[in-house]
């Protein structure tokens, strides 16, 4: 059976082509497991936890007895203290048999425990089982976060605790190292997955350290997995080039990478507009699998929107992060910039929030978008004239800019300034929206984001179209944006851009002009 990229649950290296994270196994066996340490895997959705734990299993069982457990389907586990026991007491049953571990010390561990302190029989048979298997062992348990929130869970992590500081004074014998893997922080407890109840900020898992290490992936990691894809399929790409490019949207979130990859090579390759494997591994085929992506249910983008749902303090940081271009400090001790980066949402960037990749940022644009484009006038307008700006199959910019000036004076020309400034721009991307969509892609450029500046790069069949939005701030400032527009297209390398300004003074004077400089264009439109 021929290899696939693997998106979802455990990838395993005979069957998928995946990045190799080998070195990172061992880091994780040399600083954490060899010395003992207790610790949490948290992570955002679908960022490799569980292909982490089943990778650390592979390894570690040449030398230890490897108890892997999930909380995924355990729901009846936590009903009572003698239920998680029992629970327990069968998985870990299960792990022993599986790794052919003597029958005498399988059957002394399956022994009743007793009914009136289940916890504190389940901890005796713990020490009793390490003490008699010969080998040292390693506790994994997977989405422990689906009962982080529930007291019988709390009081196991104290059993855990309570042996770990007698295993330490060499007063008892437990684990060599437990692993918990989830996208909550088990150390803290500080988020729940009922957003009403009331948060806890302390655990009996303050005796973890943190693990630091970063499970994104690099440009290097994807080369080395497209390297392995190119020596089997011999496509002709250029590997460093497209690794680049998934990377410039994804930022390494490993679910986006591989599930790219997937995309290009089973369902880009072959098709009309990509005839062969060889014109799929381009540029082109990257962005038409993105485009792909960003249309398709996925569980990721579904768990995107019920958090925002459940969440809406974080949505409207986010709004205003996307369209009102603040910069919040971040800060981890900040509850809504914790609960961004817990689910994998925002990230640090120079000690300011951030999107965390491209493809999110442009997920939350467009659901954003869609929920205020029932009954926008600007949408309605650009829905039903779009064929208008797509001649010989590709888009008329200067037509779609001059077109938005027209409807912005019709529709909006007489709203006050307050609405123009907090909506300018969401006008705009609801314009653009419908014209593009289907076929072109579309994302904000970050690194010139702010309150009064937006620079939009729309990828349309090939051709890259650069849009700088902003706030007239008085005829220097203006000049100067003119200025830092052409700067921007020598760094695109483009001939020709297009700027979008809006004007609130009272004498302004709106229309549409064009700027030649140095054999560069720049399509003005002022409203």
């Not at 610790?39 to 982490?52: E, L, S, V």
């Not at 586990?77 to 029992?86: C, D, K, R, W």
């Not at 569980?299 to 709004?319: G, R, S, V």
Request: glycine share 6%.
């Amino acid at each position: 059976m021929p290899k696939r990229f693997c998106v979802t649950g455990t990838c395993i290296p005979e069957k998928n082509y995946m990045v190799d994270i080998s070195g990172r196994i061992d880091q994780i066996i040399r600083d954490y497991i060899e010395k003992g340490q207790y610790f949490t895997i948290n992570r955002a959705r679908q960022y490799g936890k569980t292909t982490t734990l089943y990778l650390l299993e592979r390894r570690l069982r040449e030398e230890y007895i490897v108890l892997s457990l999930s909380f995924e389907a355990a729901d009846e586990y936590f009903e009572s203290m003698g239920s998680l026991s029992e629970g327990l007491v069968m998985d870990i049953s299960e792990c022993l048999k599986a790794q052919n571990v003597d029958g005498t010390i399988i059957e002394e561990w399956n022994r009743p425990l007793s009914e009136r302190f289940p916890m504190r029989s389940l901890g005796i048979k713990i020490s009793s089982l390490c003490k008699t298997c010969g080998k040292k062992i390693i506790l994994m348990i997977d989405e422990v976060d689906k009962s982080s929130d529930n007291q019988i869970f709390l009081s196991f992590l104290g059993l855990l605790r309570e042996k770990y500081l007698k295993w330490q004074q060499g007063k008892d014998e437990t684990f060599q190292s437990v692993i918990l893997a989830g996208v909550y922080d088990v150390k803290t407890l500080k988020l729940k997955l009922h957003p009403q109840e009331e948060m806890k900020y302390n655990s009996p898992w303050n005796i973890a350290v943190d693990f630091q290490m970063d499970m994104s992936f690099d440009c290097e990691d994807i080369e080395s997995m497209l390297e392995e894809y190119e020596s089997e399929h011999r496509t002709g790409m250029h590997v460093q080039d497209i690794a680049r490019i998934i990377y410039d949207y994804t930022s390494g979130y490993p679910y986006l990478v591989s599930r790219i990859c997937q995309i290009i090579d089973e369902r880009i390759a072959g098709t009309k507009e990509f005839g062969n494997v060889s014109s799929a591994w381009t540029k082109e085929g990257v962005l038409a699998a993105i485009k792909i992506l960003l249309k398709e249910p996925n569980t990721l983008f579904d768990d995107m929107t019920k958090k925002l749902l459940d969440y809406p303090q974080l949505q409207e940081m986010l709004q205003n992060i996307l369209f009102g271009g603040i910069d919040f400090p971040f800060k981890r001790e900040t509850p809504m910039v914790d609960l961004g980066v817990t689910f994998g949402f925002l990230k640090d960037k120079n000690g300011i929030v951030a999107v965390s990749n491209r493809i999110f940022e442009t997920q939350l644009y467009d659901m954003f978008l869609s929920e205020m484009a029932v009954n926008n006038k600007m949408y309605m307008e650009a829905s039903t004239n779009r064929n208008q700006f797509i001649v010989k199959d590709m888009l008329q910019m200067d037509l779609v800019m001059k077109k938005f000036y027209e409807y912005y004076e019709e529709i909006y020309a007489g709203n006050d300034q307050k609405f123009i400034e907090e909506n300018g721009r969401k006008l705009f991307l609801l314009y653009l929206k419908p014209i593009i969509n289907g076929t072109g892609n579309y994302y904000i450029e970050a690194r010139t984001r702010d309150n009064r500046r937006t620079d939009i790069i729309v990828d349309y069949k090939g051709k890259r179209f650069i849009i700088e939005l902003k706030i007239w701030r008085g005829e220097e400032y203006h000049v100067r944006g003119e200025r830092q527009l052409f700067e921007y297209l020598d760094y695109y390398e483009e001939k020709k851009g297009y700027l979008l300004s809006f004007n609130f003074n009272k004498n302004k004077e709106t229309g549409i002009n064009e700027l030649e400089f140095e054999g560069k264009r720049i399509f003005e439109v002022t409203v």
